[in-house]
């Protein structure tokens, strides 16, 4: 699993009229570089084999006449080969001409380590955002937005731009547009700011230490997460299942589904907290990369990999767990999942303690950690 880098910031905003247009047609022009690219790498496959900077040189020269600017055009090569990468990294075969784009609209710049700041996308203060926008025969303009400032990352959003002012710190943004009206006449969309983990530790944390030295094991379903507290003999201290059956409905909205799950994070991890886990276990999900952040897909879904969407979903909690677990002065140890599940020794577990399978896993978890960090 790799180390946390980023947490992502999605904050809301509204415009109407000129405002909305230069958004969305900012948005189009950056899908159709994505498009060429994407058809270029398919014509010749061994570009996805080329290294990080020499696909963001020649992606230059193909999308420059698309969208003449280019940290935008980064922005998509960028994201683009990402997701090149994270699909050769999937156990199945995949086929390079046979990958789509999801019906995404959205454009991004990367921070500019030299600037210090974001030159296209970048707070001007604490609610206002300056933002780089084209229209649809790509004349330019700077427009000013006004996302929404959820309560619970105020502090972390006053920091992150009091230190981007002062030069100290930079930023990946994007917009994102979740809805449009009739005629563009007003547009829905994000604003989704990176902030550097460490910033978001020093911000965020809500505890400094653990109070004890217990082990916690987390099984991640995608209708709950059931957690066991152990103590360094092995037996159980505490069991705790928090529930979410709602978000498997279909047409729930992602905003509801990841303010729900985020709400069950925080609960399993105040009960670990409370019940003295200085260690939190986690299975260590297979090789996801960008996957859930980014926009290619397959069209075939007659492979053994069909449910790899259900493996998506449940990395991104496992990973959201893990980034989370340290504000509360929680360790995190990642543990091999086989024989968590399906095995025998999970049915004799079952059997032993009477416990449900999913409260089962958890408790197996937190063994093979407890195991791992050899305790007695």
Sequence with gaps: ?????????????????????FIYWTAWLSKLCAHRLLEHVKRTPLLADLSQYDFIKISRKLCYDIIPNRRYVD???TLIYASL??????????DVARLE?????????????WAKGNLNIHFTDYDRVSVLVFSRDKSSKKMTIEPV???????LVKALVDKALRKEIGYPARIYITDYGEGLEHLHGELQVMVKYDLYLEVMRRRDKPLGNNIAGVDVNIDRLNLVVINRDGDTVWKYTARFPQLTARGCPRKRTWSVIGEAIHSILRNAYSHGASVIAL????VIGYLRYYWIKSNDRKHE???YKVSIFRSSIIERIA?????????????????TTNSRLHYEAMRKYGLDKHTTSAYLIALKARKSLQRP
Excluded: C
Aim: no cysteine; glycine share 6%; charged share 25%.
């Design 1 to 21: 699993m790799s180390v946390v880098e980023y947490v992502t910031l999605r904050l809301p905003f509204h415009v109407t009229g000129e405002e909305a247009r």
């Design 75 to 77: 922005g998509v090569s």
């Design 85 to 94: 990468q994270s699909a050769k990294a999937l156990k199945v075969d995949v």
């Design 101 to 113: 784009l999801k019906q995404w609209l959205l454009f991004q710049s990367e921070a500019e380590p």
């Design 149 to 155: 400032i959820p309560k619970g990352y105020a502090k």
């Design 283 to 286: 299975e260590n999900p297979e």
């Design 305 to 307: 990999n069909y449910n």
């Design 323 to 339: 980034w989370k677990a340290p504000l509360y002065g929680i360790r995190v140890k990642y543990v091999d999942p086989r024989g």
